[in-house]
Every structure is written in C-alpha cells, then in structure tokens.
C-alpha cells in the first residue's frame, strides 16, 4: 500500500517479527518505508500504522527533540485518536473529513 504524509509517498509493507526487530512497527523516513509486524491483529495493526504515521509527522515539523518524549507522546495521540475516531466514525467522516 502507498500513502502520503505531507509531499512525501511511503509505502507501506507488512513484514514478520524478525525483520521488525520484535517490533510492532518500523517506520524509516529517509527511505519512506513503514513497516508493520504482519503477526499483529488488524486492530492493532491498524493502530500501529497511525503510530508510524504520527511518527512521519513529528519528523517531518522537528517536534520533538527527544526520543523518549516523542515515543511517549506519539503513544499517547496515536491511541487517543485512535480510539476517538473509532467511537466517533460517523461524526468524524461526516464532519470532519467530507466537510
Ligand atoms: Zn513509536
């Protein structure tokens, strides 16, 4: 799958474990791959994909400086988005994406 954040296209490939170092997503900019652990269920695949996506923005606007922080705060918006949009479907398209 390709997508765009912001002017730059990645593509997106389901890989196993291994290649994603036990990690449930990968995501390297400078090539513009986001690699997501195929082991994962769709949920929380689908969630680790907006996890990347986060990721691809905090880098492309220089948010954060520190890794940590930035780990902890893209966890954060990624599942609390995550989970707003999820409850809030027909408000979200409606309203907000077809608006
Ligand atoms: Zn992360």
New binding site residues.
């Given amino acids: 799958m390709k997508i765009k954040i912001g002017d730059i296209g990645f593509e997106v490939k389901e890989v196993d474990d291994s290649y994603c170092g036990n990690n449930m997503g990968k995501t390297n900019t400078k090539c513009g791959l986001i690699h997501i652990n195929e082991s994962l269920n769709d949920d929380i695949k689908a969630n680790t994909l907006f996890?990347?996506i986060l990721?691809v923005i905090a880098c492309n606007y220089a948010i954060f400086k520190d890794e940590y922080e930035e780990?902890r705060a893209?966890?954060c918006f990624a599942n609390g988005i995550m989970a707003f949009i999820k409850d809030n479907k027909e408000f979200f398209i409606k309203d907000i994406v077809e608006k």
């Fill in positions: 996890h990347e990721h780990e893209i966890e």
